[in-house]
Structure formats: structure tokens, C-alpha cells
């Protein structure tokens, strides 16, 4: 297929009608492999700069410790050590804030003399000279401002963490050694636990010297106290006992007790005298009842007159019934009864006599105690508000002897914590190894991949919605209104993708480089010459087919009689408009047609330095009268078609001058009378008024676009700048064009909706 017909498959939107069109993954690869450049660009710096940050940045070493803290606290009010129930979550937040603390910090610093390492204590950093200086502190740093510094650098480069919600904390430290931050790590855990030995033995000795100033009062208030109690009974006379009471109070008690047991003795002994009362009152026949109290039971004499009494009754029961009640022995008997019974009462009534005496001496001895707790009472009245006073003053005695007693005890305790004091934080993991934590390689490189794959798809799709560049033939009908004439590829860009001419330009550049040598306006102006596009040796490549239709376009805008003159304009230079004149009069040249190729770039006469005729006769002989057509024509045998060259040395003011003389218009009509073709090289149209100068003589207009280059704004700006151009467009060339990437885009399936 045609390469420029096939171009037109390149299908770009506008930006109205991209922002229209949904964003689809097609659509993302296409931007990201046009605009390829953007994201290899970021990429190449942000990975550039995560390797001179790898290179330049110092090596970081981190060791960790983990230790548990004290999980007992010490309460100096309770005098005992309470094991908390639960996790203290504000007490472990407490210890941690204390690891953190700048006292901790300051015992490494002391122990490790920190304060003279480069590390911690750097010199002032500019900024801080120059602040220095504009305050008038000039003086080198006291040993206190770098103890402090060397603080700070601690503080910063630890790392406290909690471990759940349990006593455990790990700490680690950071340093550029990796000795050095194994043994500061464990240095920061030893000075946690000196800190708090330090801190609780502070305390102790505060408490301690609080309660001997307090002891020392309360003893003396307690002296005070108890010689007020002692005072107190003396002026009153008061004789108290070990339990506390006062004589009185003792004798009364003592009293109630002895009158209690008077009354008992006193009705007891009543009981007794009445019971042998009864049993005197109580004779039957003139002999003794058989009632009896205990004690006349008990007597050995009644025992005995009574046990003869039972043993003749018997006998004479015996002999009444064998001999008869009258005889002589019962009768014998029966009067040894009658004495027997005699004497039992006699000596009841001597036991009697004997109740009748104690119970006179029980009733005595009460009424005496009674007496005497009736004078007690009477005398006791007076003492009961002495007491209550009294039970005052050793109360408050008894108070500062017990608040003495306390307070000493505690003293002794504070003292052995003293000697002995207790803490139970301790390492169970002490650190033995230190990895390496900066710089991160992975971590960076990854970074700076992810940054500057970000920096280049934004970069790449900010350019792709900014971007204004004419890509397509769609575009250009879409935007202008005009036909695409050709799609012209890139052939210096081919020419360099081989590597031998790649390799043989630089060596050339190389070799010029060592020689000192610089490239001098000429070599740099041979650069920007024309090159020939049209190989005839090739009729069936795209670039030939390319020309075939730029002729197709001019010979259908073909205006009788003879009016075939079209000029190739450009809206900025090099943009290939000379290529594109010279190879379209080849192409031309090559179907049997008369062609004539005019240099009109008077400033810069390209074509003519290209095909070798610097100083022959040319249009500006044609231009003054000097020469006519025929006399400058030259054949040019190696492209077939006739050309006149350009002027050399012609004053900037002269051109304009030139191009509307009367000489120039007969100058174009002898041209379409001689040739079938007449193309004509113009200046581009923004950086000279040349094209709208003359733009009245040329019969149509073809405007060279760079691809990928000239933007929608120079073109409508030359369309502008040159109305006739626009209103004589025979149509734009599509010049430059990439290859690959517009095989790429013309394989894409989202080719007709898709923007490069």
C-alpha cells in the first residue's frame, strides 16, 4: 500500500475530542511509547540520583536491646511494695517517656565522653557560624553547649518502641559505627536503670531527711504531751492503775463485787438456819423427824448417834416380833432410842445456834459494804470530770507516742532501702549485632523507580495533552481544512539508526575533539542543506509514492493557461521545505515532464549550496534586467529537471525590493510558458515577509510541516501572517516523519481514535 495513503490511517484526535473519548488501556500504552522519552528521562535521574544518594551518604548501623521494666512500684505512703494486677498502661508510657528523657541520654554522653566525638558534637554547620556571626558570638563552643548537642544527637538517633501492651521495650540506637551502636544501645539501657537507682535513692534521702525533722518534732511533742498527763494527777491527786483507772473507780468495783457476794452469803446462811429450824419444829411421837438439813446430815456426831438410833430400831422391831412389844429388852432398846434422839437434836440445835451466828455476822458485812459504797458515791462525783479530762490528755499522749512509734519505724525502713535499694527493670535481650539500616539500596532504587516512573507517565501525559503538533493528515483536515499532499519520512533518522554511520560520526567527532578543532559555521550550515528524498532507483517506495501523489495534488489544482506555479513555503526554517522543493522536481522530472526549480530564498539560498552552482548567474540578474530566463536556466542532468540558483552576498533590504519588481512578474510568466512545472523555494513565512510579499504571484501554495515539530500556533500564525497562503493552499506535506512509530500507531487497533 502507499505509505502516504496508509499515513492517513493515523487517525489523532484534537484535543476537544480526546477529552471526549473514554481513556482506555490502549490508549495509556500508546502515550507512554510515544512520549517514551519522558519516563526514560525521569527514570535515568531519579535512579541517577538514588545511586549518588547510595554513593554520598554515610553507612547507618542500628542495634537493638530489649529490656522489662519495672513492674513493681515502690509507694513510700504504704511503706510495701504493691504487684499491680493489670498492666499499668500509664506507667510503662511513664518509663518510656523516661528512656526518652535527656538525663538518661546525658549518663551516655558522661560515660562515653560523647561530648568530644565528631559524631554528636559536629561543628557548627554554616548556617550556625554565620548566625553566630551576625549576633557577635564569636567564641568557640563552651564544654556545657557541646554536652548539650551531644545530648541532642542521642535523643535523635534512639528509637524507643513499647512491645504490645506488656513492660517490654526495645530500644535501638543508630550510628555510624556498628560497635559503637551495639554499645551505646546497651549503654542506654544501663543508664535507665542508674537513672532510676539514682532517682529512688534521691527520693529516700528526701523522705528521709523530712521524717528525721518530723521525728524530732513529734518526739518532743510526745515528751510534752505525757509530762502534761503526769502533771495532771499529781495536782489532782489522782492514783491510776495499770488498766488506767482511778483508785475510786477500782475500790467501787471492788466494792459492788464484795457487797454481791455479802448478799449471797447472807441469804445463804438464812437458807440453812431455815431449813434446821424446820427440821427442829418437825417431832413425831418425841422423836427426831427423818428430815435433815446437809450439814447436820454431814455432822460426824449426828452420823453416829444416828446410825446407833437405825441399829437398836431395828433390833427392837426384832424382839417385839419374837418377844412381844412389852418385853424388857424392847423396852430397854426403845429407851436407849428416846436418849439416842436426845442427843441428835441437841446437837442440831447446837448447828442451828452455829447458822444463827453467821448469818448475824453476813448481815453485818453488808451493811457495811453498803455503807462504804454509800460514801464512795458521795466523794466520787467531784473526780468524774478530772477523769474526763484526764482521758483527754492521754489520748492526745497516746496519739503522738503512736504517730512517734510510725514515723521512726518508717525512718529505719528508708534507711535500709538506702543501703539496699531495689529495682527490678533488667535486659533480657541485650544487643550482640548491629545490621546496616542507611542507606536502604532496595528501598531507594525502589523509590526512585516509582518516582521517576511517576514523574515520567505525568510528564508524558501532561505533554500529550499540551502538545499541539501537527501528526496526521486527519488532523490537518480537521484543523486547516486541507489536504495532506505527502507523508515524507525521515531519512537523516534512518541514516543514523545504522550503526556503522553512527559509529563513523562519532569517531569523526572524536578525532576533531582531540585536535582541539570546533565545527565552523560552514560544516554546521552543510548540516542544515537540503537532501535529495526522490530515489529513482526505487519506483515502487513509499517515498516515490509519496511524490506521485503531490504531483496527482498539483496537477489536479492545475489552472489554464499554463498556470502551474507552486511555491514551497514552511511556517519556521528547518522544517525540509527545500528537501521537499527539490525532491517533488526529481519526482517530476522523472515522469517525462519539464520541470523548473527556482532558489527564491534570497537570504539563504540552500538549494544552491546543495547542488553546487554558489556564484553562477542566477534570479537576481533576472530580478535587475540583467540576464534573461534563458541565459540563468541550468540544466540539471543528474535529477532531469532545469534550475535557477539563488544570490549570494544580497542585502536584507533589497529583497522585498526585489521579489515586487516588475522583472519578477515577467519572470513567472516566461517560466509557465517554458515549463510545465515551475516550483518555486521560499523563505519560511513567520521569519520573513517575503512570502507575503510576493504571495499574489504564485498560483498555489504547499506548506512543509515538520511532523511531530511545527504546532497547530505556528501554523494558524503563518496562515494569518499570509492570507494568500491560506487562500491558495494546494495543501500541507507531512515532513520527518518517524517510521516505526507510525508502523506502530497504524497497527495499534485503537489507530483511528488513538493521539501519539
Known amino acids: 500500500m502507499g505509505y502516504a495513503r496508509d499515513a492517513v490511517k493515523m487517525d489523532l484526535l484534537s484535543v476537544q475530542q480526546r477529552n471526549s473519548e473514554p481513556i482506555s488501556f490502549r490508549y495509556i500504552y500508546t502515550v507512554l511509547s510515544h512520549r517514551r522519552a519522558f519516563l526514560v528521562g525521569a527514570l535515568s535521574v531519579t535512579v541517577t540520583l538514588a545511586i549518588l544518594y547510595l554513593v554520598l551518604a554515610p553507612v547507618r548501623y542500628t542495634a537493638m536491646v530489649t529490656m522489662v521494666l ?35 541520654a546525658a549518663i551516655v554522653v558522661k560515660k562515653f565522653k560523647l561530648a568530644d566525638d565528631p559524631e554528636f558534637a559536629a561543628p557548627p554547620t554554616l ?17 556545657e553547649s557541646l554536652r548539650r548537642k551531644a545530648v541532642a544527637a542521642v535523643v535523635k538517633d534512639e528509637l524507643i518502641v513499647r512491645v504490645g501492651r506488656t513492660y517490654v521495650a526495645q530500644i535501638s540506637f543508630t550510628s555510624s559505627s556498628r560497635k559503637k551502636s551495639i554499645a551505646l544501645a546497651n549503654a542506654l539501657a544501663d543508664a535507665y536503670v542508674e537513672d532510676q537507682l539514682q532517682a529512688r535513692s534521691e527520693i529516700t534521702k528526701r523522705a528521709g531527711a523530712w521524717l528525721r525533722e518530723s521525728i524530732a518534732a513529734l518526739r518532743d511533742e510526745a515528751t510534752e504531751a505525757f509530762n502534761k498527763v503526769q502533771n495532771f494527777k499529781s495536782k489532782n491527786n489522782l492514783i491510776v492503775g495499770a488498766d488506767g483507772k482511778i483508785s475510786t473507780e477500782l475500790e467501787l468495783e471492788q466494792l459492788t463485787g464484795s457487797l454481791t457476794q455479802a448478799r449471797a452469803d447472807t441469804a445463804r446462811a438464812q437458807s440453812r438456819l431455815s431449813e434446821i429450824d424446820v427440821a427442829l419444829s418437825n417431832r ?65 440445835e447446837r448447828i442451828a445456834e452455829t447458822y444463827r451466828n453467821e448469818l448475824a455476822v453476813a448481815r453485818s458485812r453488808e451493811k457495811s459494804i453498803e455503807k462504804r459504797l454509800l460514801e464512795i458515791f458521795q466523794s466520787n462525783s467531784g473526780n468524774r470530770q478530772l477523769q474526763v479530762r484526764l482521758r483527754e490528755l492521754e489520748s492526745v499522749a497516746n496519739t503522738y507516742r503512736s504517730t512517734y512509734e510510725s514515723f521512726l519505724e518508717k525512718y529505719t525502713q528508708i534507711i535500709q532501702q538506702q543501703t539496699f535499694p531495689s529495682f527490678e527493670a533488667r535486659v533480657i535481650t541485650p544487643a550482640s549485632f548491629a545490621m546496616k539500616t542507611s542507606p536502604k539500596t532496595g528501598l531507594a532504587l525502589l523509590l526512585a523507580v516509582l518516582a521517576g516512573a511517576g514523574l515520567g507517565v505525568a510528564g508524558a501525559f501532561v505533554r500529550e495533552q499540551t502538545d499541539r503538533s501537527l501528526y496526521t493528515s ?47 559555521a560552514e560544516a554546521d550550515s552543510k548540516q542544515t542543506l537540503p537532501m535529495l528524498l526522490f530515489d529513482k532507483r526505487q519506483p515502487c517506495s513509499a517515498v516515490s509514492e509519496a511524490f506521485r501523489s503531490l504531483k496527482t495534488y498539483i496537477d489536479l489544482n492545475k489552472k489554464p493557461p499554463n498556470k502551474n506555479t507552486i511555491a514551497f513555503v514552511s511556517a519556521r526554517p528547518k522544517e525540509g521545505r527545500s528537501t521537499v522543493a527539490i525532491s517533488a522536481a526529481a519526482s517530476i522530472a522523472e515522469s517525462g515532464r519539464t520541470v523548473l526549480l527556482v532558489d527564491l530564498d534570497l537570504r539563504k539560498p540552500s538549494l544552491t549550496q546543495f547542488l553546487g552552482f554558489q556564484g553562477r548567474t542566477g534570479v537576481v540578474e533576472v530580478l535587475t534586467g540583467e540576464a534573461s530566463l534563458a541565459e540563468v536556466v541550468i540544466e540539471e542532468e543528474r535529477f532531469g529537471f532545469d534550475f535557477v540558483c539563488g544570490p549570494e552576498g544580497v542585502h536584507p533590504a533589497r529583497v522585498i525590493e526585489l521579489l515586487l519588481s516588475d522583472w519578477m512578474v515577467s519572470f513567472l510568466q516566461a517560466a509557465n510558458e517554458e515549463y510545465e512545472y515551475v516550483l518555486i523555494d521560499l523563505p519560511s513565512v513567520l521569519d520573513a515577509m517575503d512570502v507575503r510579499a510576493c504571495g499574489h504571484l504564485f498560483d498555489a501554495f504547499a506548506v512543509v510541516v515538520e511532523w511531530g515539530k511545527t504546532s497547530q500556533d505556528d501554523l494558524s500564525s503563518a496562515f494569518r501572517f499570509a492570507p494568500l497562503v491560506r487562500e491558495r493552499l494546494l495543501g500541507i506535506v507531512l515532513n520527518k516523519v518517524d517510521p516505526a512509530e507510525l508502523q506502530r500507531v497504524e497497527t495499534s487497533p485503537n489507530a483511528s481514535t488513538t493521539r501519539i
Not at 486541507?482 to 560520526?505: H, Q, Y
Open 70 to 104: 519495672d513492674t513493681r512500684r515502690s509507694t513510700l505512703a504504704e511503706n510495701r511494695i504493691t504487684a499491680e494486677p493489670q498492666v499499668d498502661d500509664g506507667f510503662v508510657e511513664s518509663q518510656i517517656q523516661i528512656l526518652k528523657s535527656d538525663n538518661v
Open 127 to 143: 548556617l550556625e557560624t554565620f548566625i553566630a556571626w551576625l549576633t557577635g558570638d564569636t567564641a568557640p563552643p563552651s564544654e
Open 284 to 348: 413425831v411421837s418425841g422423836r427426831l423427824s427423818e428430815t435433815a438439813v446437809t450439814d447436820a446430815l454431814n455432822s460426824p456426831v449426828i452420823v453416829k448417834l444416828r446410825q446407833q438410833y437405825l441399829e437398836d430400831k431395828k433390833q427392837a422391831v426384832i424382839l417385839s416380833g419374837r418377844h412381844g412389844p412389852n418385853h424388857e429388852a424392847v423396852t430397854h432398846l426403845q429407851s436407849q432410842m428416846e436418849g439416842l434422839a436426845r442427843g441428835i437434836r441437841e446437837e442440831m
Open 474 to 520: 486527519d488532523q490537518i483536515m480537521r484543523e486547516f481544512g486541507a489536504d495532506c499532499l505527502a507523508v515524507l519520512p525521515n531519512v537523516a533518522l534512518e541514516r543514523k539508526s545504522r550503526l556503522s554511520d553512527f559509529m563513523s560520526w562519532w569517531s569523526e567527532r572524536l578525532r576533531m575533539v582531540r585536535r582541539n578543532q570546533t565545527v565552523s
